[in-house]
Every structure is written in C-alpha cells, then in structure tokens.
C-alpha cells in the first residue's frame, strides 16, 4: 500500500479494515523521520523502541486505530525521555502519562517521539532550545516559530498521516503553525488537562493540536478534551465530538475584524489575510469592525503574568529528585543556585528574574496586580466582542517566518513584541485556531479565528469551510 | 551596578557570572521601561483575573487512591537512601 500523502482520515479507514500492515508502515515512517531529522531537526527524542511495543499491543478498533502522534517535549510520556527543551531536565523519565497522552493511548495514538520546542516554552522562534534549532521546512535559513516549533515543522514536512500535540502559553500552537503553513489548534483554557504538563505558567498552558487539516486537529481535541480529577482546573462540561462542525457551511456567521490587530503588520501578510476574509464573505459569512481598546496592554501583561508564574514554577527544578543532579556539596542554597546556574539557559534565567522582580514585596501591586487587572480588562474587551459577532479573525502573526540571521539582533524586547497577536486571546484563555491562507514571498501566512470560550465549534466550523475553498 | 540583580538572583536561587549579572541588568532595564505603559490604563475599580475560565472549589471523597509507588517515584533520583532521596545540608 502507498501511505505517501495518506490521509489521517483514509489511514483510519484503512487500519480499521485491516488493510494496513502496521509493522510495514511504521518501518517506513520511521525511515521518513530519520531522515527529516538529519536535515531539520524536529526531535528530542524518537521513540521507535517504544512505539514498536506499543503496536504489538494495538487495538485496531479505537479511533485512531494505530495513528502516529509526535508529542511536545514538555508533556510527560511514560518511560520516554521528557525535558521541556531544559538541560536540566535532561534526563528525566517520567514514570507516567499526562492525561492527554493517556487519552490518546486509550483511543489507539502510537506515540513516535518529542517535539522540540524553546525551554519550557520560553520563545518565539524555537531558538531557545538547548537540543538544537529546529528549522523551517519551506526555507531552513528561517525559523520554524516557537514554541512547538518541532511539532509545526515536522508536521509539515512528513508526508505520512500524523498529528501532533502541542501547547501553547502565549501563541506556542498558534505561530509555528502559521510560519510552518500548517493547521494549529488552541482550545479553550482547561479544555484539555494540563495533568503532566511541565508547567510554564498554569493560568495560561494549554495543551493542543498541530496537524495538516482542520477536521484532523479537531478529531484529536475530541480525544484528549474533558474533565479530569487530576486537574482542578479542567471545564466541568461534557465534551462535544468536535468533528461534527466541520464540512457545513457558515452562511450568516459573523466575524468580527479588530482594527487593533491590522496595525504594524506587514503589508503583503495583512493583504493575504484581508484576501482570506473576503472569501469568507463569499461563503456567506458576514463581516463587522470591532475595536479591541486594550490590545496594546497585552504584551506587558503578559510578560508579567506569564513569568511571575514560571518563576515559581521553576522553583521545584533544584538539582534533586529528578533530572541534572550533580554531586551534593555544600550548603542547600549554594547547591540549588549552583545547579540552576548551571543547566537552566539563558531565556530562562531572563524569565526567572523577570519573574522574580514582578512579584517582589513592593512592586508586587505596580506590577503583577496591575497586569491581572489589565487581564480583566482584556477578557472584558472580547466579551463585549463575542456579544456582537460569532468569531475574530486577524492575522496569525505580524510577519512572515523570520530568518535566523534576522532573529539574532533582536533584543528581548522586540522578541516580545512579535507575540502581540497572540498574548491577548491566550491572556483571556479564549479558543483560537490558525489556517494556512497563502504565502508571502513563498511563506506560509496564517489567518487566525477566535472564538469566545467553549465555543471551540465556530472557529473548526469557519476553518474548515475556509480549507475546503 | 548589579546590586539589583544580585538581590533578584538570590531570591530566585539562581548563580549569574558577572557577564550574565551585567546582561540581565540591562534586559531588565528595557523590559520593565517597555512595561510603563500599563501605568496609562485605569483601573481602579477593576478585579485581578487569576484564572481566565471561571472554576468552583471541587472537593473529592476522603478516601485513599492509588498514587505512584515509592519505587517509581524515586526512579529518577540519583541519591537515594531507605526509600528517601538525599539533598543537600539545610542546617
């Protein structure tokens, strides 16, 4: 059987049926891999060894009957290496599964390896990985995005079916699948479980899909979506099968165009989504300006928010229990800044001082409280929006996939600003999904739809009628 | 000029070079100056969101589960005595 260009939906099929030989096809992919990794470097780890018992034991009947499924290295897989992007998690192997991966197991996902992705999530372009760079599959003098820039970049160029699972903090889905020209899905916060995230910031992590289609990423957040004891946080709700909004029409929808979200952005890039909207109102869908006042308070808010919460997280990563250990001398405190000193890397250590400061008594209130309340004020500003129209639709990211010799004289600064399209609806927890929508200088661009919270079914729906065109 | 650093550093147990403690200052500098512009939005009279998705309280039944066996639990630690994993001195 060809499985070049298969379909996640005919490999299925084709599973189900027992038309697939599954030991066959995953030497073949396997193969594939192996040489996409020489080449792009989209793995930390692949996991052949262990995926080869995993199909011993497959049930051919589940859902995904045998699907490979790449996993962002910050999401904890039994018995497989798992290290954020972080030295000093080097070697750590966790003894179980996040909700998400047991979810995907349970329906029959074969897990291939771990994504590379910027340390705990800490970037934009992947580039601060400490297992090297991954790089963009159209053009490889050019970054892939970040942070699940591993899983946007393999995605793309593996030409056997395969989703990926990834997570976003501030726009680590929606942007490699924008500079990579794949489809990225972030559901709503709590969605899915974060039981087995390596924490970035807990308000805001969202684990979520990456794949070639529409009908896939909605077909995996079916899976691994819903309520979970292990997670406080998770929506108590039933959860919807999500593939049933995809092959309808959206005659009489309405999308909202946010002004704010049109302004500094390259000009072909704003005119390849602006193409995109029309379509969208050729399709029957109706469009309305919509003015988002705080947008330009979503960078800072977020930086503050986002590593107050790392900072603390990554107060449990001290040399002991888990991953780099070195040998224990000297007093606790000096051993602890030692270690981190030595493994955490430099984006890292930016963040964890940031972080700190942000939260110190007497600037705790000018500036993390004052960033919670700008959420508010933020969250505020999309529910007033969803009260008027059905979705937003923007641009993914202000630019095309930037070269790495363009990323390197970027300070921290205007590496932050390249998020102002995604801080805001993550700050705000809402749902957003990111479809390719041409190119620009043969790069990728993506449209971005957002969704008002639970409402995970308007965006696939607009999505994916936009794909069928 | 890097006390400020220093005094961050220490809290969050993290050991800079000079070069880093030099690097960082300046970061910080241009970040917290990029962040004077939430000093331009009012909000007096409005509530911190913590949690972007509203959440109740949710209690589980007072009875034992199964939990990770003391065995898998220390499988990634290096030093390990009688079931317990070893730090460093804290006194």
Redesign the interface.
Known sequence: MQYSKMSVSDFIKESKDGNIDTKDFYSKFFEETENIQKKYNYFVTISKKDAEKEIDKLDRKTRLSGLPVSVKDNICTKGIKSTAGSKILK???P??DATAISRGKQNGSIIIGKTVQDEFGFGTFSTYSAYGIPKNPIDTTRSCGGSSGGAGGFTKTINMPHIAIGESTGGSISCPAAFCGVVGLTP???RVSRYGLIDYAN??DKIGPISKTVKDSALMLSLIAGKD?LD??S??EDTYDFTKYTGKDIKGMKIGIPNEYFNNIDKDVEKKVRNAISQLEELGAKTLDITLP?T??A???Y??IATVEA?TNL?KY?G????A?DE???????????T???Y?GDEA??R???G??AR?AGYRDQ?Y?????????I?EDFKKAFNKVDVLATPTMPMIAPKFSEIEKL???ET?AMDILTVGPN????PMISVPCGTSKEMPVGLHLLGN??EEGKIIQIADAFERL | MTER?EK??????????AE?KKN?EK??D???D??K??E??D?TN????????E??N?M?KDKIETS?KQK??L?????IEEGY??????I
């Open positions: 070697n750590y192997i003894p179980f709503t916060y709590g308000s805001l004891p406080q946080t929506i108590q705080t330009e308070y960078i800072p808010a930086y503050i900072s107060a001290c002991m229990r888990y991953g250990q224990i001398k000297g007093h606790f405190t000096e051993y602890f800044s030692t981190r000193g030595k955490l250590k930016r964890v001082i940031l700190t400061y110190m500036y409280l004052k960033a919670l309340k700008v959420r508010t004020k969250i300070t921290p600064v932050y700050l705000a927890g809402i919270h639970k | 650093i961050v550093a220490n809290i969050a147990r993290l050991e800079l070079t880093e960082f970061d910080l241009n970040i917290l990029s962040f512009k939430l331009k939005i909000t409005t509530e911190p969101t913590f949690q972007p998705v959440v109740k949710i589980r990770l898998d639990a499988k990634n630690a290096k030093d994993f070893k730090g460093p001195k804290a």
